[in-house]
């Protein structure tokens, strides 16, 4: 991929015979904006898309049986045993 500025020289003498500048594999015109008119980089649409509250609150969460049984077997106590990995007290 060509990006930045690339310098081409002369294979016998060593001289700089050209420099062309590149933005993401594209080359610049002398404005500073990439050449070609049908960039990849185009702006979003948001017009049509829905924030994530208006999706969350739609779908019931479903938690399986056996979590569903952990949560009532230990609903009223305050600390938990949990294998969780941690080698302190």
């Known amino acids: 991929m060509k990006h930045g500025a690339w310098t081409y020289y002369d294979p016998e003498w060593g001289t700089i015979v050209k420099t062309e500048n590149y933005w993401v594999d594209?080359?610049?015109t002398g404005d500073?904006?990439?050449g070609d008119d049908d960039d990849d980089l185009k702006p979003i649409d948001?017009?049509?898309a829905k924030t994530k509250s208006d999706t969350t609150g739609k779908k019931a969460l479903v938690k399986p049986k056996a979590i569903l049984d952990y949560?009532?077997?230990n609903s009223g106590r305050k600390?938990?045993?949990v294998r969780d990995g941690s080698t302190g007290n």
Do not use: A, H, S, V
């Open 26 to 28: 594209k080359l610049r």
């Open 32 to 34: 500073g904006i990439p």
């Open 46 to 48: 948001f017009t049509g």
């Open 71 to 73: 949560e009532k077997k």
């Open 79 to 81: 600390k938990i045993k």
